[in-house]
């Protein structure tokens, strides 16, 4: 199971493959291009479904592994994927197509090189997800930089070069913290590999005082957290969205921000436990602040696209709370959420755009009404907006959930402040809907606007698919990342873990996973009349 010895390599490079085939093209034949570029992401996505075939779902170390020497004998081409990675690759095998086809008719200016920066960030961002090495996953890091900057910068709106330098400033500086981290690791561990590292440490001839393991934690986690973005680094996202042609948002949303929470998990937990236990309760508050913040700024935006981008920080606030609260169910429902989140923030940012390709506005107030003239799209944008605050059984439903519950588990008050956000999402969501859909036409230009195109039903319609399948399918994903989220707890768990209390579970799973409670007589001697006969 999962010994394919190039799969990896097929799917990483594959795009690349179909860069070499648009440069050939000439610059204003911009058919094929569009055509071709379609054709690969189509069939990257169908080989990248191989991945499902050959996983074991109960194996948590790496599948489909390749290992070859590369530069001397200290980096190494390195590939494999876990229950963590897996789904991440596919999220982004299946997005790209999707922002190919948003953009087949809005950009219309250097047609090729926009289509090529778009094959060239997938395979930036599928080679972050699969580098087990740490100098390939800091190549593969920094490429996922320059053809988004070159995205926002060349085929963004009015303040598109004040967004495109500061995303590339604030992401470089995280950046050059984590190469001096990588490059000291290896002056301990001798290489960049991370299977050798973690066995290392495993083993005791690796180890490190607690002030340098907080210092190591600290470089890695800051890279990180500026590209989640977790508060107070999240400023440089609201622009980056604002200014980036509707690919690009649905692209940094979809997949790039969570390089950031896959890096957290991958390497920071792992690779420094203690201090990771350490920093839990400040980057939780930074969590919850991001949660309540983001969704209380949301509400208060006039442009429309902007308020989807301070979304974003609300939710993904979710995801690194449920990280840190260092218990499956939490961490399944933060790598699921990661999920959720690519495809309805994704989908809402097609949305938008679809509404600026009609009257190139973000601002609310130029709309109004737009239920009469677009019923189509109007109804499935209320559809993404009831799956973006979670609505029972949409597919954020049972991220947000996970983590609650993972997180009430150990730490009742922090469970407490972020639902406050599932709340305020509502609110936010349902009142921009108001305001774009909802009532009479106010402005004259939108009684005559086109509704939904049939190329932009199939993209509502994909995308909606998408949505109550991972609603009601859950358990199909969450079991294949049990193993490897039992993994990561075992190679994170702490000494002062063994004081904990024990947990009781519950008798009925919740969305296919049993759900534990902290020990304690009223809940114990509840569980147990719950399995009595």
């Not at 974003?312 to 961490?331: E, P």
């Not at 189509?376 to 983590?403: C, K, R």
């Amino acid at each position: 199971m999962g010994t394919n010895p190039y799969l990896l390599t097929v799917i990483t490079f594959l795009p690349l493959l179909s860069v070499a085939a648009l440069l050939m093209l000439r610059s204003d034949d911009h058919v094929w291009i569009r055509r071709i570029a379609l054709a690969a992401s189509l069939a990257e996505f169908a080989v990248s479904l191989l991945l499902l075939r050959g996983f074991s779902s109960t194996n948590p170390e790496y599948q489909f592994t390749e290992y070859r020497a590369w530069i001397g004998d200290a980096i190494h081409y390195h590939l494999g994927v876990d229950g963590i990675s897996l789904f991440l690759v596919l999220l982004t095998t299946f997005l790209t197509p999707i922002a190919i086809l948003c953009s087949w008719e809005s950009i219309r200016e250097n047609v090729k090189g926009f289509f090529v920066s778009l094959l060239v960030i997938e395979t930036a961002m599928i080679g972050v997800f699969v580098s087990l090495d740490l100098f390939l996953f800091f190549v593969f890091w920094e490429l996922t930089l320059i053809p988004m900057y070159f995205m926002i910068g060349m085929w963004g709106h009015e303040r598109r070069i004040y967004a495109a330098v500061k995303f590339i400033l604030y992401t470089m500086f995280g950046s050059i913290l984590m190469l001096v981290a990588i490059l000291w690791l290896y002056g301990k561990a001798g290489t960049f590999d991370l299977p050798d590292i973690l066995s290392l440490m495993q083993s005791g001839q690796l180890s490190f005082p607690p002030r340098t393991e907080l210092l190591m934690f600290g470089a890695f986690f800051l890279a990180f957290a500026i590209k989640v973005p977790l508060f107070p680094l999240h400023t440089w996202l609201p622009d980056a969205h604002t200014e980036a042609p509707t690919a690009g948002s649905v692209i940094l949303a979809g997949v790039m921000l969570k390089l950031g929470t896959y890096g957290i998990l991958r390497f920071c937990l792992p690779l420094f436990p203690e201090a990771a236990h350490r920093m839990a309760q400040p980057i939780a508050v930074l969590a919850i602040i991001g949660i309540v913040y983001g969704a209380l700024v949301a509400t208060v935006q006039t442009d429309l696209k902007r308020l989807v981008a301070y979304t974003s920080v609300s939710h993904l606030g979710f995801v690194v709370l449920g990280i840190f609260a260092f218990n499956t169910t939490a961490i399944q429902g933060a790598i699921y959420q990661m999920l959720n989140h690519g495809v309805s923030t994704g989908a809402l940012f097609l949305g938008v755009g679809m509404l600026y390709d009609r009257r190139h506005t973000h601002e609310i107030k130029e709309y109004g009404g737009l239920a009469t003239p677009m019923p189509i799209l109007m109804s499935f944008f209320l559809f993404i907006a009831l799956s973006s605050l979670a609505l029972p059984p949409l597919n954020g439903f049972i991220g947000e959930f996970l983590i609650l519950i993972g997180t009430f588990q150990s730490h009742h008050a922090w469970a407490s402040w972020a639902a406050s956000g599932a709340v305020l999402s509502a609110i936010y969501l349902l009142w921009a809907y108001q305001r774009v859909a909802l009532g009479e036409v106010t402005v004259e230009k939108n009684k005559t606007l086109p509704d939904a195109s049939i190329r932009e039903r199939v993209i509502l319609v994909t995308m909606a698919v998408a949505i109550i399948f991972m609603g009601i399918a859950s358990p199909l994903f969450t079991r294949r990342m049990e193993a490897s989220v039992n993994n990561i707890i075992e190679q994170t768990s702490a000494p002062r873990n063994a004081s904990r209390p024990a947990a009781v579970p519950l008798a009925r799973p919740i969305a296919g996973h049993v759900v534990t409670l902290p020990a304690h007589p009223v809940l114990a001697t509840l569980a147990e009349k719950q399995v009595r006969p």
